[in-house]
């Protein structure tokens, strides 16, 4: 059988994609080196942030209202609860650049946005302690999405439609022309009239099968739930957030539904291999050490007690924003990666550029950015 468009990478932006490209009309098949949802894709841990007012960068922001309204879509389409509406801190000094950030691209936008003081934030929220000299922004309209709800969600609807879905199976080899491609897995071969490779942490290993070669970097990041008071913490009253500190850049989650307090550390991480296996977590001392080193000079009154850990992977560009371009020899295939710990909450729409891309030959969103012509070291031959 012949597909109008192979996508290769099941997760959060290749399933997105293959919805949007079935809604469209276009036979697709999705291949997946394992069976989405899973542990080893940047999608595990349950939960992701979404904002709004975007410290990353103002031309984020439509993405992210773009993205939050078709999170919304496929919630009423697959009737799985996906967002979480809990509101957002953002936490800095006064003179972070990230929260200046967040603060013009809610003025540019019309976001509702309100700025508290550390009082303040200890008085709406008395689990949190802030130095004087730290603030925060809150987003009212941004929260929590479920992260591994939102792949199963996706999934359903694509096996409504009878998509085909191949798990457990690792691309071997790429054969592409001007009339299409195939794709070559240990057990069968595959022809498409059109190919998105959106393969996370192994998108440089496929992507150099076509001779491009982006600079990207994959890293073990960590997170965990400690015991927390839900008075203090459920997410009745407690917000999603984000700490810009002098230990480091943490984010975290309110108790939900009692699972305790989420937290991570969104800056550092230990390079790895993807294909070899990942330390799970506590395998490094700092592992814990650092977590607990957050909550105890910023939510003392939590009383740290750990739940349980586990990990995830970043695959990041050396300026942390997304690669999202074609092959400048054959438009009938794109790629997306290098997501840098940041694009969960973008899948949704990212699926749609990619539907758009293949299907039109350019999106109707503002992609400049992405470009890969952006990086010198990147071989786009």
Not at 34 to 42: E, L, Y
Not at 175 to 204: C, F, K, M, N, P
Not at 207 to 222: D, Q, Y
Request: hydrophobic share 40%; net charge negative; with cysteine.
């Amino acid at each position: 059988m012949s597909y109008d468009v192979i996508i290769v990478g099941a997760g959060s932006m290749g399933m997105a994609a293959g919805y949007y490209l079935t809604l469209a009309g276009k036979r697709v098949l999705l291949l997946d080196s394992f069976n989405p949802p899973h542990d080893r894709g940047a999608h595990h841990g349950d939960t992701r942030i979404i904002r709004h007012a975007y410290g990353e960068g103002g031309i984020y922001v439509p993405l992210a209202l773009r993205a939050q309204k078709l999170w919304l879509d496929l919630e009423r389409e697959s009737g799985r609860k996906l967002f979480y509406q809990t509101g957002v801190l953002n936490v800095g000094t006064r003179n972070s650049i990230f929260l200046q950030q967040v603060v013009s691209s809610s003025e540019d936008y019309s976001l509702p946005l309100q700025k508290v003081d550390s009082n303040k934030i200890h008085t709406i929220w008395p689990g949190i302690s802030l130095p004087e000299d730290y603030m925060g922004c809150f987003e009212s309209e941004s929260g929590v999405l479920k992260s591994e709800e939102c792949i199963r969600a996706y999934r359903e609807q694509l096996e409504l439609h009878q998509v085909n879905i191949v798990t457990n199976a690792s691309v071997q080899e790429l054969s592409i022309d001007s009339a299409g491609v195939t794709v070559h897995t240990a057990d069968e071969s595959y022809q498409g009239r059109a190919l998105i490779v959106t393969a996370g942490a192994w998108s440089s290993k496929l992507l150099s099968l076509m001779n491009i070669h982006p600079p990207l970097v994959t890293k073990r990041k960590t997170f965990a739930w400690f015991e927390a008071d839900d008075f203090l913490f459920g997410e009745e009253r407690f917000p999603a957030f984000t700490f810009e500190t002098s230990l480091g850049h943490y984010y975290g989650f309110p108790s939900m539904g009692g699972a305790g307090l989420k937290v991570g550390r969104h800056d550092g991480g230990l390079r790895i291999n993807p294909d070899e296996a990942i330390p799970e977590f506590g395998a490094l001392q700092e592992d814990e050490e650092d977590l607990r080193l957050f909550l105890s000079r910023f939510m003392p009154l939590s009383n740290m007690k750990l739940l349980k850990g586990k990990t995830c992977t970043y695959t990041l560009t050396p300026d942390e924003h997304f690669i999202i371009d074609a092959h400048p020899v054959y438009p009938h295939i794109t790629f997306a990666a290098g997501f840098s710990g940041h694009g969960f909450k973008f899948s949704s729409v990212v699926g749609e550029i990619l539907c758009q891309l293949i299907t039109t030959g350019r999106s109707k969103h503002d992609i400049s950015l992405f470009s890969m012509n952006r990086f010198k070291t990147g071989d786009l031959s």
